[in-house]
């Protein structure tokens, strides 16, 4: 499909969802005019409250149906925030308060290990339930985490329909396309007059929260294109599906993985993408809010892996898994601790000559650091949207070199001069501030480099960049500082006092 065709049913879809939101509110202004009084009779104020206002330990809140009355009637994510601040076990206990689908609703919103805890904490007959009553992605992505004996008998208890649909998408590994659809996706046969798929559509509009779009399949459930709202609408009546639609729309392999899938939406500002399996046949939807998530996800476990922890680990993880997640990488970060100490140990006697330079050893080494992950930072979020090519990479290089180069100088003349006042010597001024210059040029091209090195290797870019960059500009600092005093040391002594 051309772009300008999907950008075409993209603004017809948005157009209709505006049309259908103005009508809704215009409904409710309806309402509220003609029973203006008695709304405001009827109307709480507490739903208005912000969640913090809600305190938990009041006594109405003792009993889980307290809490469940009190949250019922808000929003989603206000009501997983009140869930979010109580134990797993006091949250499952609301939950079975609410109604299946109040309960879904709040669950859905919450991080799904946290709600997967509140799921193992429920009665399982229960928990299938608020777990049926989910969108099947949702549903997917908290079971999860949910332990396997477990899972299992959640699933075995669901309707057959909503199992079949969770096994589906288990199928799918949980960072594909596949594994981030819904399977809640507007598909009309290709044969269907006009007439038959407004009324299909009509029908469908009450089982759906939502419908993006309207693909077209044909006898296989091959996706064969893609319709236009407004030519569905203006079309005769007679007319066939595949005489309108529009054909070769764009689709996501099962398989794509979801960075791959978060930068096509970035590229094209689609709304929604049809997923389909190997033989071509539609079998899902990956939708904007999908996306979202993905890259807030993308982005956690990047700011988390370049500083060694786990990318899977999040707040309310057990230490037990923080510990597994961490060590190894700390252990790494030990070694290179010791090459570290072991340039400083090659340096022993100028340190001995002069003692004056550990004032300075972790400015020169911390300065580097900060200017390492300055340039890391830029370098790894090209990586994360695939905007690096070979061409551009020696451009960074070049770049960083020349920044390095320009924030050394400015850092080093103002240690330069401080050095020089604080303890009257031009000669420990100079080195510092070369020092300073030569580190900071080090950090910055090595920041960039490390993590197009680590992906040339196999590794992820981000995984644990900052501890070989800290090792860089700590090797760099301290063998730049050493060396330069050992060359000025004569001076240096002259001008110092020893």
């Known amino acids: 499909m051309d772009v300008r065709d999907e950008d075409k049913v993209d603004r017809e879809a948005q157009a209709a969802l505006d049309a259908a939101r103005a009508a809704d509110d215009r409904a409710r202004d309806g309402d509220a005019g003609s029973n203006g009084e008695a709304e405001e009779d009827d109307h709480d104020p507490r739903r208005d409250a912000p969640v913090t206002t809600i305190d938990l330990d009041a006594p109405e809140m003792a009993e889980a149906e307290g809490v469940a009355a009190r949250i019922e009637d808000m929003s989603a994510p206000d009501g997983a925030a009140v869930m979010e601040r109580m134990p797993s076990e006091r949250s499952a206990d609301v939950a079975e308060a609410l109604d ?5 609703t709040f669950l859905s919103e919450m991080d799904p290990t946290l709600a997967a805890s ?3 904490d429920m009665e399982v007959p229960e928990a299938s339930m608020v777990l049926e009553a989910m969108d099947p992605d949702d549903r997917v992505d908290i079971l999860e985490h949910v332990p396997e004996p477990l899972h299992d008998q959640l699933v075995n208890e669901m309707a057959a329909l909503e199992a079949a649909e969770t096994r589906s998408l288990e199928q799918y590994p949980p960072d594909t396309a596949g594994g981030i659809m819904t399977t809640n996706v507007t598909a009309l046969p290709e044969d269907l007059t006009v007439e ?4 299909e559509l009509r029908r469908i509009s009450e089982e759906l929260e939502q419908m993006y779009y309207v693909y077209v399949v044909d006898r296989r459930k091959h996706l064969v ?4 709202m407004r030519d569905l609408i203006l ?4 007319r066939r599906l595949n005489e309108i639609m529009i054909p070769n729309t764009k689709a996501l392999p099962a398989t794509m993985d979801q960075e791959e899938v978060a930068r096509l939406f970035d590229k094209y500002g689609y709304m929604a993408m049809p997923v389909i399996d190997a033989r071509n046949r539609l079998i899902g939807l990956v939708t904007v809010d999908d996306v979202v998530d993905v890259l807030q996800e993308e982005a956690t476990e990047d700011v988390q892996k370049m500083f060694g922890a786990g990318g899977e680990e999040r707040l309310s993880s057990k230490w037990q898994f923080s510990f597994r997640m961490r060590v190894w990488w700390l252990v790494v970060n030990l070694g290179t601790a010791f090459l570290a100490g072991a340039v400083v140990g090659a340096f022993e006697e100028t340190l001995h000559s002069l003692t004056l ?4 050893m972790p400015i020169v080494a911390g300065m580097g650091g900060n200017a390492s992950a300055q340039a890391m930072a830029v370098a790894v979020r090209g990586l ?5 090519d070979r061409a551009l990479l020696r451009h960074v290089i070049r770049r960083e070199i020349i920044v390095g180069v320009a924030t050394g100088l400015v850092v080093g003349v103002i240690t330069a001069a401080i050095a020089m006042i604080w303890h009257r010597s031009p000669a420990l001024g100079l080195v510092v501030g070369l020092a300073l210059i030569v580190n900071h040029t080090i950090a910055s091209s090595s920041g960039a480099a490390i993590p197009f090195i680590m992906k040339k290797l196999g590794f992820d870019p981000a995984q644990s960049a900052t501890i070989f960059a800290t090792t860089v500009t700590d090797v760099g600092g301290f063998f730049g500082l050493f060396m330069l005093a050992k060359l000025f040391m004569p001076w240096l002594k002259a001008t110092s006092g020893g």
């Open 100 to 104: 299946p689908d109040t309960a879904a």
């Open 118 to 120: 509140v799921i193992a």
């Open 196 to 199: 038959q798929a407004i009324s």
């Open 225 to 228: 294109g893609v319709l236009s």
């Open 235 to 238: 079309a005769r009546p007679s």
């Open 357 to 360: 330079l550990a004032i300075y």
């Open 384 to 388: 994360a949207i695939g905007k690096v």
